[in-house]
């Protein structure tokens, strides 16, 4: 029964930290000196745009805006899109958007950690030597290069030089799995290369620590192989930092990929707000950063149930709390 | 007496960042078949670091071993890492100190336990788990079925270190070192483990090689003593012998400095004045020459060799108790 209470407990914090972002995004929205309604209606008349302000709660004040916004958004009402011909649903252009940037971000970190954890395992065990040093100093060069310079470099190399992979653009799995895989290597590979310098890192110095512990001469003393003590000991208590911040990267990759969502015209999450920046559109911007911020809470609350998997003390001390 | 371990000018150096660091240097010493031999000293005399380079247990590229280890018929030092971890749990098995930190904390015990069994003697899962759960209650921890599924910050001190033991004994080995296997108990519970050591060192026939500090451990659970100081045997001794007859200042002032209940309260402790010399600079003469109260001219300058009397009382002082200056 006190596990339950810790869990409801953790799920009403991550709320109150939800509607507190929401709310500073939409102050934000309201204290940017321009008339949302003369963007969007350029050449309407006054009553036409107080009309607008109306529709979506302008002529209130800041919490009756958020308020009736927050309303709309838990209907699943995220506001529209408006352009000088009419208007679309800002919901019609995530569901559209969502699944690439789910996708982009899954097979992003499904390749940095399936690269970073064999290089993070191996350098803690050949620490100080010379295959440890190698990956150090390769993985030094990846970190310090921004993931949009990578992207460009791919896509001069890879992409017009050689014309091995497509530069622009996105497949649908109906479009072919190849096809589909073709456009996604080069966006993958600029954003994972950094987060595959940050996650051996991570994981070597943990190793690195444990490697120390008595328990691992214990693990020697009953004759097992470097390999199985490597895996079966020391890896899983080395790998809670690795997983926590693997799974807050989670939120940030969702929204975060603007850049590359931009440069190789992925039309995902990331892009959505870069089109919503430029076009002013406020309204979407504002429902982006929030559903953004929810897979963020999400994936926090991810970590908390992991990190009760991975070490079972955690989970004691929870129910002891 | 044939012996199973025997380890000849053994020295282990660590390069460390202020220099090299001596912390095992030209140590010989038997463990004679189906005998206890207790190795006695204070923290960072060596005897821990001693163990564990013979089993080969130590590792990284900051650590030297030189000298040659034979354990039943093999030898260790002329073989490669795979083949002496064959040996290991049916050849030497060790018991570590903090049971806490020797354990993993994020494994349950039945998988620990079986651990070796499956991998060492090619047990199927559920054998290996049958047989984890009579080893249990061989270390007498009741409700068994329990424990092995548990993690080991579950149970109390005293019941990790019996699955500790539990762990060494699995696979029937011929030589337990036992590291400080009672220092991290409370004193009552000391006692339970040290008899269960002694019970099934009987019942499995293995020979020990206890680790301690305590002289009153050795006392009643060893044939033999060495006691080092400084990275080196300076006595070595059947324990009776030892007791009756210490020759090495260096063990006098350690049984010395043991608080006796016939002490009136607030008699003042005797303890070993100074310290340990640093291991990175060892000094010419004998260690213990700072800190000996008998110490003559000679000691300070001449590194004293090991001497053995006619009846095989080993020590190394220039002027041991019990002859005339």
Not at chain 2, 229 to 241: M, N
């Amino acid at each position: 029964m006190q596990k339950l209470s810790f869990w409801l407990q953790r799920v009403s914090q991550l709320l109150v930290v939800l509607l507190l972002v929401t709310f500073g995004v939409s102050l934000l929205i309201r204290i940017i000196p321009v008339d949302l309604a003369t963007i969007v209606m350029p050449v309407a008349d006054e009553t036409q745009r107080a009309a607008f302000r109306a529709s979506i709660g302008l002529d209130k004040g800041p919490i009756g805006y958020y308020l009736q916004w927050l309303g709309n958004f838990v209907h699943g009402d995220l506001g529209n899109i408006y352009y000088s011909g009419g208007t679309e649903t800002v919901s019609g252009h995530l569901i559209k958007a969502m699944p690439r940037s789910l996708l982009l971000m899954s097979y992003t970190q499904i390749f940095a950690l399936g690269v970073a954890i064999p290089l993070g395992v191996l350098s803690a065990y050949r620490a100080g030597r010379r295959a440890d040093r190698v990956i150090s100093n390769t993985l030094f060069i990846f970190s310090s290069i921004p993931g949009f310079a990578i992207g460009l470099i791919l896509i001069i190399i890879v992409g017009t030089k050689f014309e091995w992979l497509p530069t622009l653009g996105y497949a649908t799995f109906s479009e072919g799995i190849w096809e589909h895989f073709k456009h996604m290597i080069m966006p993958v590979l600029s954003l994972s290369l950094g987060l595959i310098a940050q996650y051996t890192r991570l994981l070597r110095a943990d190793m690195i620590a444990s490697l120390r512990e008595d328990y691992v001469t214990m693990a020697m003393s009953k004759g097992l192989s470097d390999r199985r003590i490597l895996w079966r000991h020391v890896f899983r208590p080395s790998s809670v930092t690795l997983f926590t911040s693997a799974a807050l990267s989670m939120g940030g990759l969702i929204g975060g990929a603007i850049v590359i969502e931009s440069i190789f015209a992925t039309y995902g999450v990331g892009f959505e707000i870069f089109a919503a920046i430029g076009g002013r559109q406020y309204i979407m911007l504002q429902s982006c950063v929030a559903v953004i911020a929810l897979f963020y809470v999400f994936f926090n609350l991810v970590v908390d149930i992991g990190s009760g998997f991975v070490d079972p003390r955690t989970r004691d001390r929870r129910a002891n709390a | 007496m044939s012996s199973l371990l025997s380890v000849k000018n053994m020295t282990v150096n660590f390069d460390t960042p202020r220099g090299s660091l001596e912390a095992v240097r030209n140590v010989d010493i038997e463990i004679p078949a189906g005998t206890s031999v207790g190795i006695v000293g204070e923290s960072g005399s060596g005897k821990t670091v001693m163990c564990r380079a013979a089993m080969g247990l130590l590792q990284g590229s900051t650590v030297s071993r030189t000298g040659t280890v034979v354990f039943d018929g093999h030898e260790l030092t002329a073989m490669t890492k795979e083949q002496v971890r064959e040996l290991f749990g049916s050849g030497m098995a060790m018991i570590f100190q903090d049971p806490l930190t020797a354990l993993n904390p994020v494994r349950r015990i039945g998988v620990q336990l079986s651990e070796g069994l499956r991998i060492r003697l090619g047990m199927s899962k559920s054998d290996a788990m049958a047989r984890s759960k009579e080893l249990l209650e061989l270390v007498r921890i009741p409700n068994a079925a329990a424990v092995l599924k548990s993690f080991p910050y579950q149970l109390s001190g005293g019941m990790r270190q019996r699955v500790m033991i539990a762990i060494a004994i699995a696979c029937n080995p011929k030589l337990l070192f036992a590291d400080e296997p009672t220092t991290a108990l409370d004193v009552t519970v000391q006692a339970q483990i040290l008899q269960l050591l002694r019970e099934l060192r009987e019942d499995l026939k293995m020979s020990m090689v206890l680790v301690t500090h305590d002289l009153g451990v050795v006392a009643g659970n060893t044939d033999y003593v060495a006691v080092m100081y400084a990275g080196e045997v300076v006595e070595y001794a059947p324990t009776a012998k030892l007791f009756a007859d210490m020759r090495m200042p260096y063990t006098e002032a350690l049984l010395n400095s043991i608080p006796r209940v016939d002490h009136k309260p607030g008699t003042a402790l005797t303890v070993i004045a100074g310290r340990l010399p640093d291991p990175t600079n060892r000094p010419s003469g004998c260690g213990f020459a700072p800190r000996c109260k008998y110490v003559q001219e000679k000691c300070h300058k001449e590194h004293p060799n090991l001497k053995t009397d006619p009846d095989g009382h080993v020590y190394r002082c220039w002027f041991p108790i019990g002859e005339a200056l």
